[in-house]
C-alpha cells in the first residue's frame, strides 16, 4: 500500500517539476534573440574594422581608396585597429536590441494591436531601430577616434569620453537626427525584405546550404541599404568629426559636403563602392552568424 501511495504521488511532483522548469524555457527562448545578435556583430566588426576604417577615411575626406589606404598606412599598424572599441561595444549592444527588439514587439505588438502583420512588423523594425539611437554617444566617439586630425588629442575610448564631457550631455548625441532616420527606415527594411528575398534563393538541403543562403540574403541587403544610406552616413560623419561649436541642421551640413565636392553625385558617393562591399560582408556575416546561432542555442 505504501508503495502504491508512493506511486500515485508522483506524478503531481512531475507535474510541479514541469511548471517550474517551462518559465525558465521561455525565458532562455526571450533572451537568444538578444545573444545571438550580439555574438553576430562581434563577429563582423573584428573581421572588417579595417574595411570599415578605410570607408571612413573617404567619407570624412572625399578622397579615393588608394589615399585612404596610405593614411592607415602612415598612421601604422598600431593604429589601424585604434577605435575598435567603440563599434565593438556600440555594434554588440545595437544589434543584440535590434534583434531582440524586433521579435519582443512584433509579440507585443500582435497581441494588443489589430493590424495586418506587414504593419506590426514595420512598426516593430522602425521602434527596435530608434531605440539603438540611445548608444549614439559610442558611435560619436568612433569617429572622433578614426579621424586623424584628433590623434593628439586623445588617445583612448575613455579619453575621449572625457574630452566631450565639458561640452555637455547634448554633445554625446551630436549626429543624432541622421541615425535616427538611418536606423528607423534600414530597420524596416531589412526585415521586410529578409523573408522574401531567401524564398527566391535555390532551396537549401543542408547546414552548409542554410549558411550560404543566409549570407547571401544578408549580404545583398546589407549592400542595398549601405548604398541607399550613404549619403546619410556621410553628412552623419562630418556632424560627428566637429568637437563643439554650433549645432548645425542636416540640410545645412548636406549642403555644405554638396557645394565641397561640386555637386557632383559622383564625388557625394566616393567610398560607395567600398561601403557596398563591406556591406555585402559584413551583414553577410551578421545575418549567416545570427541564424547559425539561433538554431544552436
Not at 563599434?87 to 495586418?116: I, N, W
Not at 556621410?234 to 554650433?246: A, F, L, N, P, Y
Request: hydrophobic share 40%.
Amino acid at each position: 500500500m505504501m508503495d502504491s501511495e508512493a506511486h500515485e504521488k508522483r506524478p503531481p511532483i512531475l507535474a510541479s517539476s514541469k511548471q517550474d522548469i517551462s518559465p525558465h524555457i521561455a525565458n532562455v527562448s526571450e533572451v537568444k534573440h538578444y545573444l545571438c545578435g550580439c555574438c553576430a556583430a562581434f563577429n563582423n566588426v573584428a573581421i572588417t574594422f579595417p574595411i570599415q576604417k578605410v570607408l571612413f577615411r573617404q567619407q570624412l575626406y572625399g578622397i579615393k581608396t588608394r589615399d585612404a589606404v596610405l593614411q592607415l598606412r602612415r598612421d601604422g599598424f598600431r593604429n589601424l585597429y585604434r577605435g575598435i572599441l567603440p563599434p565593438l561595444m556600440q555594434k554588440t549592444t545595437t544589434l543584440a536590441l535590434m534583434f531582440g527588439l524586433y521579435e519582443d514587439l512584433s509579440c507585443l505588438l500582435r497581441k494588443h494591436v489589430s493590424t495586418p502583420e506587414f504593419a506590426t512588423r514595420s512598426m516593430a523594425a522602425a521602434l527596435a531601430g530608434t531605440t539603438e539611437a540611445i548608444f549614439t554617444p559610442l558611435e560619436r566617439v568612433q569617429t572622433l577616434l578614426q579621424d586623424h586630425k584628433h590623434h593628439d588629442k586623445f588617445t583612448n575610448t575613455y579619453q575621449a569620453f572625457k574630452a566631450l564631457k565639458c561640452h555637455g550631455i547634448r554633445e554625446y548625441y551630436r549626429g543624432l537626427v541622421p541615425i535616427l532616420f538611418r536606423n528607423g527606415f534600414s530597420n524596416v527594411l531589412f526585415f521586410g525584405l529578409r523573408g522574401p528575398i531567401k524564398e527566391h534563393l535555390p532551396t537549401a538541403t543542408t547546414h552548409s546550404a542554410h549558411l550560404v543562403n543566409d549570407f547571401i540574403c544578408g549580404g545583398l541587403l546589407g549592400a542595398m541599404l549601405g548604398i541607399l544610406f550613404f549619403p546619410v552616413n556621410v553628412v552623419k560623419t562630418r556632424m560627428q568629426s566637429q568637437i563643439g561649436g554650433e549645432f548645425q541642421s542636416f540640410p545645412k551640413v548636406f549642403q555644405k559636403i554638396w557645394l565641397e565636392r561640386d555637386r557632383k553625385l559622383t564625388n557625394l558617393f566616393r567610398g560607395a563602392h567600398l561601403n557596398y562591399h563591406r556591406s555585402l560582408i559584413s551583414w553577410g556575416i551578421i545575418n549567416a552568424t545570427y541564424e547559425f546561432l539561433l538554431k544552436i542555442i
